[in-house]
């Protein structure tokens, strides 16, 4: 019979063979760990020895090992060196930061020019440790680290670097930007105040207004981010982004200006991909002229043009969602999504306030409520020291505007700014005041966010201040009479002398135009006026008539386009009724002209209906009177005030696609408060379209006024950024 081996046993043999050489697999790996373990502490000692004695060499007066030693971090020798092995490097150099003196600066400074955001993740770790050391033990190279910290923003940093390393090595920007972030970090939590070595080389390092649009975008994304961090730049840093932005808007309409008309009529310029690169040759650029003998240059300048729009667009776009932190707060309707999957560039700072008893959802609220009052505080301080002097600019004063519009505090701070500068700061120069006003006249006609009682009290305070100027006026003449001063003609004041009620004049008749419904007292306000015929408007205005047939005669020094549009209103709506004065202003004007042609010699041309001054149809409907006293003061024209109040209008229509979306939920087009058939007070004839003064019909100058207040002035009318 066979020996039976027991199963048992049978599969113990191979088992503990099996467990045999699994322990000799693990002791294997364990010594070959410990051995390279070893390696690894032999291979660090050994670098430390070399650097250290390296250092020492060359503070005795040799050079060769220190200079093979800085060699190791130059750009061609990391070629030929493992990240690493330039890893050991770093590792030794940690050890010996405090032994690093003045005479070892070459290392330092090849050290922090060193491409060190384009290594692999361990290598940067070590990196940004060996920058914290040396900060710490030598303060004195913080500048330095500093100035490559914020060149290291900068997006041709970037893609010279990637450049260098090849397209397989190429990095992809955002980390490299990143990293450099969690270095700044670092070294700001080592030394607080180092804010004030940061901000003239954040300056220094700003892309000039002329670089392209992803240098900007680049740059500006990476301050933006630095603010929220670094608390004590947040203001500086806003303020110039700002004053880039303003200086592009500026530009746009000096280029604008300098284009040929004909080309500028012809041309439709559209904004660049939505990857933010330049569009090929021209294929953003898009020109529908019969003339195709148009100049080079000229082309030239639109593509310009073109490209500042999108450069603008997309800065504007970066402050609308870096400012829109909180939107729930608001009561006013939000601005759609732009489009952008980025979250709110503001960090939340921690409420100073402390309250047992609030929930962390209410102390949130307090701390982002406080933070976007103080944003809009800091804003208003940025409108008062660089945008309102600035006249050209046609898109950057929408910040303050689309920030009004998050809390009615805000609005009526900004109105008490504009209206303060406006009226009461007789201090300011008068072209700065009128700028006010005119900010005043377009923020109350166009924010939806103006309710009805800020509009009346704003055009309550503008009505007070005409009254002012027209007593004023009336004591010149007073004072020239008693004085024996006053002429055969009249006194004569020069309309500079003025030129701040021109400007507030203008403000109430452009916001009447677009107003007009919320100054008419209706039943509900009284009900006496329920039985009672005709609109009844607040007492406010009563002055506007006064004001209308004073001898400083607005209608004639403002705006065209808004005396026409106020008078067609003003009349339809059984106001004020302004064509016996235009027709007046109408017959001056051609009689001067009369004038100067003949004394030049020019044949005359007299126009239709230009000897016949205007009748109205109905006898109830008498024009205001123009007839001016004998003692008259007599107001001399001056070309400087007509262009500074025609020449802008700074809440034109909003047109760069990609940050309209802040804006347009919140802005008063013309065609929603334009004149329809029921709003008349009563019935026309026919014939009462020759009340409107000049030579072309109602429909078709009402058509063409409309036109003009939804683009007016300073407006690119004939260029518009239209998405691609």
Known sequence: MADVVSPSIAT???????????????????RSRKASLQDDVYKKDLYLVFVRNALKEK?????????????????????????????????????????????????????IAFPWTMMEDGFAKSYVDLMSMLISARPEYLSAILAQIALGFTARYVSDLNYSKGREASLDASLMYERQHILLQRLLSLIPTLSTTLEPLLIRNFPHKRQDKAEQVAYIQNVLKLSEYCLELRDRILGLVVDRAIQIDVEIQVELEDLDEGLLESATIQEDDASGESSEEDDNLSINSDDEDYRKEEKTSLKKVTEMLAKLDAILKLLFEDLN???????????????????????????TKSNSDSSPEEETLESLQATRRSQFLTLLT?????????????????????????DPEYTDLFLGLLVSKALFEQDQPAVTRSAAASYIASLVSRGLFVDRDSARRTVGLLCQYLEGQLEYADGLLDDARRNGELGSEGLKVNASHFSVFYAVAQAVFLVFCFRWRDFEITPDENEELVNRAGRKWVA??????????????????????????????????GFVYCNGVLENNKRADWAA??????????????????????????????????????????????STVENDINAFFPFDPYKLPGSSSFIDDIYREWSMV??????????????????????????????QLGHSFNEMSISPRRVSLAAA
């Not at 940025?382 to 998050?406: C, E, G, M």
Request: a negative charge.
């Open 12 to 30: 113990t043999v191979p088992s503990r063979k099996r467990k045999r050489e699994v322990d000799t697999s693990s002791d294997e790996r364990a």
């Open 59 to 111: 503070s005795q007066g040799n050079p060769t090992e220190f200079d093979e030693l800085v060699a190791r971090f130059n750009k061609a020798g990391t070629k030929d060196q493992s990240s690493s092995e330039l890893r050991l490097w770093i590792s030794a150099l940690k050890h010996v930061v405090s032994s690093l003196e003045r005479i070892h600066s070459p290392l330092v400074n090849v050290l």
């Open 325 to 351: 932190v909180a939107g729930t707060l608001s009561h006013y309707p939000q601005p759609r999504s732009s489009g952008s999957d980025s979250e709110s560039g503001l960090s939340t700072p921690t409420s």
């Open 382 to 406: 940025i409108f008062d020291r660089t945008i309102i002097p600035t006249f050209k600019s046609r898109y950057t004063q929408f910040l303050v505007f689309w920030h009004s519009s998050l």
């Open 540 to 573: 406010e205005l009563d002055v506007v008539q006064r004001t209308i047939t004073s001898p400083l005669n607005p209608l004639k020094y403002c705006s065209q386009n808004v005396v026409k549009q106020f008078a067609r209103i003003a009349q339809r709506t």
């Open 593 to 638: 002209s009369v004038y100067t042609s003949s004394a030049a010699g020019t044949p005359i041309k007299f126009p239709s209906g230009a000897t016949t001054p205007t009748t109205p149809r109905h006898p109830s409907r008498q024009s205001v009177p123009a007839t001016p006293s004998p003692a008259r003061l007599i107001v001399l024209a001056d």
């Open 674 to 703: 334009a004149l329809d058939e029921g709003d008349s007070e009563e019935e026309e004839d026919e014939d009462d379209h020759d009340v409107v003064v000049g030579e072309m019909g109602e429909e078709e100058e009402e058509v």
